[in-house]
């Protein structure tokens, strides 16, 4: 099951007002927008501490860390729908990220992914693609707000698939 969402091209539109528009709990319980987003290339994840993906926490940072300086980042929700595998309070969460892959871009509060309390922002995103199958899916946000790619969790954070669309979206070579 090679990249069973890698970098399917969505051709619903969600209007970059409807994503913008959402507002969630960063991990330290504090509302931020979306909206502070705006004008950057965005690569949303869900994330988890205990999941056979969690390496990809490493790439994830190098990626923001690449890119940052080009208008990038990736925004990470911990979820602990598939699994159980992030059992955790916030704090849990943060202490691990930062002391295991000194992760610093932006992560969010534990969203519901699945089932009738699904986020607001996972609802959006997955209204013409289909639910999120496993921890580290990724979606890709471009500067005008609107959703261009998804990638599967085994689509490497800095493997081909995903630095080529960060990189046609910031307009570099």
Not at 2 to 12: I, Y
Not at 28 to 43: I, M
Not at 140 to 154: M, Y
Request: with cysteine; glycine share 10%; proline share 3%.
């Amino acid at each position: 099951m090679k990249h069973l969402l890698a970098a399917f091209l969505m051709t619903a539109s969600l209007h970059a007002a409807d994503l913008q528009s959402i507002s969630l709990k960063n991990i330290d319980g504090k509302e931020v927008s979306l909206k502070d987003y705006a004008g950057k290339a965005v690569l949303i994840v869900n994330v988890a501490s205990e999941c056979g993906y969690t390496g990809q926490y490493a790439g994830l940072q190098s990626l923001h860390d690449k890119y940052a300086k080009d208008g990038f980042t990736v925004l990470g929700f911990p979820c602990n729908d598939f699994g159980g595998q992030e059992p955790g309070s916030e704090a849990d969460i943060k202490t691990f990220c930062s002391s295991r892959y000194q992760v610093t871009f932006p992560m969010f509060a534990k969203v519901k992914i699945l089932g009738a309390d699904k986020s607001p922002l996972f609802a959006a995103l997955t209204a013409s693609g289909g639910d999120v199958g496993w921890n580290f899916e990724k979606f890709l946000i471009g500067k005008n707000g609107q959703l261009i790619s998804r990638f599967g969790s085994d689509a490497e954070p800095e493997g081909a698939e995903i630095e080529t669309a960060v990189k046609k979206e910031l307009g570099l070579p």
